[in-house]
């Protein structure tokens, strides 16, 4: 289980002020979907949640425009009469989490944690929740297979209770909802109770300025190259952007969003595969976009030099 040090909460904390406090953002903020990660121990059923919701909630697309998924896709949600959007990350959470962290960036607003409740709590759990905790994102539970013979979901809430998580239903400030994902069932209550705890977060950004992200996930395509999927935190990424992220750097040629569609531009919280970058980012990298080739180039090559030098320095120590 990794330590989390108070440091890296630090950091995480002076991410998420500095998030708020762009002073050229404050008078042009605008409502912006909730990032979602769902994690969980092995077999609790992270994946078929994740997969239910992607069949049902999301539009399929022939467009065929992308090799692989791309790490991340928007969801429609009705809550009170409205439909509402809101991100999954379909990566491992505790990557997600881990390698973003690292680097002082935040990019869920939200974690559902899913717990089996013929299982209870495992140790994946425990860390799922210590990472979200360090990372100050708001915990929903879902207490998953409340189909399956044993099931017992108030033994779980006793077991999360007793480790700091109180439910809502004891008075407590922790939501959880009882699901079968393999059935569909209370999957819709589920999502409204993650829309109604993004609401309270108040999830804002600005549109009207260069986009400003983070890479979820990257590779290489044997015919297009290079590929990175970035969610943008702020600002709006646009095709023809030049754009450095980490020791990569490149001309957006083209996005594709989570069906394969091409699109033009992405906004605030909207995941897309960029190509037109010279080399495959890290996941957790931040990207920006600057004025030309050449600056990126040249920041780029800079940070290649720096990461050189630490990794130099650290063999040395």
């Known amino acids: 289980v990794e330590v989390l040090d108070a440091d890296s909460v630090q950091v995480e904390e002076m991410a998420k002020k500095k998030e708020i406090f762009d002073e050229e953002d404050l008078d042009k903020l605008e409502d912006r979907p909730p990032v979602i990660t769902i994690m969980g121990h ?100 879902a207490i998953n297979k409340i189909d399956k013979d044993g099931a017992s979901p108030e033994r779980v809430m006793q077991e999360l209770s007793s480790i700091g998580l109180m439910p809502e239903d004891w008075g407590g400030d922790v939501p959880m909802v009882q699901i079968s994902a393999l059935k569909g069932e209370n999957i819709d209550d589920l999502l409204e109770t993650v829309m109604l705890v993004a609401e309270l977060q108040e999830l804002k950004a600005n549109p009207h300025r260069n986009a400003k992200g983070i890479v979820i996930e990257a590779g290489l395509d044997k015919a297009k190259g290079p590929f990175a999927t970035f969610i943008v935190q702020k600002g709006t990424l646009k095709r023809g952007d030049v754009v450095v992220c980490g020791e990569a750097f490149g001309k957006v040629r083209a996005l594709f969003d989570h069906s394969g569609e091409r699109v033009d531009e992405a906004g605030p919280s909207i995941p897309v595969q960029v190509i037109g970058l010279n080399n495959v980012p890290i996941a957790g990298d931040e990207f920006e976009i600057v004025s030309s080739l050449d600056v990126a180039r040249e920041m780029a090559e800079a940070r290649a030099v720096s990461l050189r030098d630490e ?7």
């Open 42 to 141: 092995v077999d609790h059923g992270k994946t078929t949640l994740l997969d239910y919701i992607r069949k049902s909630k999301v539009a399929a697309s022939e467009a065929g425009g992308i090799t692989q998924g791309i790490g991340a896709y928007k969801v429609s949600v009705p809550v009170d009469g409205k439909v509402q959007s809101c991100v999954f990350l379909d990566t491992p959470g505790h990557e997600a989490f881990g390698a973003m962290r690292a680097r002082g960036a935040r990019v869920t607003d939200i974690a559902i944690v899913v717990v089996a409740a013929d299982d209870g709590i495992r140790p994946q759990t425990n860390e799922a929740i210590a990472h979200a905790k360090a990372a100050g994102v708001p915990i929903v539970i």
């Open 311 to 317: 990794r130099i320095s650290a063999k040395a120590g």
